[in-house]
Structure formats: C-alpha cells, structure tokens
C-alpha cells in the first residue's frame, strides 16, 4: 500500500544536499587542476584531445558497420559501410598522425570561431536598435580576433590555441562547479 507521505524515506534531505554539494566541490576542483594543467601544457593538452578524436572516429566508424547490417536495402548497407570506412580511416589518421590531426582541428576551429564572428555581426546589425547590442558588436570583434590569430598563425597556432581553449573551459567549468556545489552547501545548512 502506498503512503500518503511522498517524502517517505528522505529522512535528512539535507545531508543529501550536503554530500552531493562536497561532491560537486571536488569535482569543480579536479576540473580546475586539469585547467590549469592543459594551459599550462597547451601542446599536450591538444594532443589528447587530438587522440581522444581519433578513438571517437573510429567507434562511430563501427557503429555505422554495426547499422549497415539493420536491414533497409543493399544501397543502404552500401552507404553505412563506406561512412563506416571514412570515420575509421580518420580516426587511424588522427591516431597515428596526431600533431597532424591537432593541426586539421585547428585550422577548421578557426573557420568555425570566424564563421561565428560573422554571425554574431549580422546579429548586431539586425538588433543594433536594442538596448545592450552593442555587446553583441563586441563579442563579434573579439571572436574576430581570436579566430583571426588561430588561422592567421596556422600552422604554429596548433600548439596552443585547442589546448588553450579546452583549459579555459575546464578552469571555468571547475569554477561554477566549485561555485555552485558551494551555494547548494549554505542552502542544506540553513
């Protein structure tokens, strides 16, 4: 029979809070170490995540083997085998040739960081009458910049500009993580 009670068995909801909040601290704080690690050590950094693609590659690469055999036709199972190929052969490539690979990632993050500039332009031009636009024209001259310095320093950028950024990301995530673990602990102590 059921209870009327639906916090049945949440005796200390708070010490819940309290471990999963320690929890999300540590976590905020392993992020930040690995931060600081992949800015300081932006080569390596890149390199892994050069490697980490690689292995990406190639498991999608074998999921679209496994699919070829789902049935719907021979041009289907034609075409998930030659994708299948192409994700393999890549990963292989970004695996045996990783400074290589670090350097293809660069280069098309940089196409990606001035495509997003362009955008972020026509969307100030199509809201400069609002208020606060003029933070959108910033934030497209500064992505500007950046993808500018990447593809402009290309090849030389590739040792430091995906590593740079994976640690910027990792030292802000471990931040709010940090942050956010510490407001959920002052809300279990009140």
């Known amino acids: 029979m059921a209870t009327a009670n639906p916090t049945h068995g949440l005796h200390a909801p708070g010490s819940i809070l309290k471990k999963a909040s320690g929890w999300l601290i540590a976590i905020g704080v ?84 001035l495509i997003e500039a362009v955008f972020e332009i026509v969307s100030y031009f199509r809201h400069r009458k609002s208020q606060a636009s003029s933070w959108l024209l910033i934030n497209a001259l500064i992505t500007l910049l950046v993808g500018g310095l990447i593809w402009f320093h290309w090849p030389s950028s590739s040792v430091w500009a995906i590593g740079t950024l994976v640690g910027v990301n990792l030292l802000m995530t471990g931040i709010s993580r940090v942050m956010i673990g510490m407001a959920a602990r002052n809300l279990s102590a009140t």
């Open 30 to 113: 392993l992020f930040i170490i690995l931060g600081i690690l992949a800015i300081a050590e932006p080569l390596v950094a890149g390199l892994a995540v050069a490697f980490l693609v690689g292995w990406l590659l190639i498991v999608g690469g074998v999921a679209h083997f496994i699919a070829a055999f789902g049935g719907g036709g021979a041009s289907r199972v034609i075409v998930q085998v030659l994708i299948g190929v192409v994700y393999v052969a890549g990963g292989f490539y970004f695996l045996t040739h990783t400074l290589l690979g670090l350097g293809t990632l660069t280069l098309l993050l940089a196409g990606i960081i």
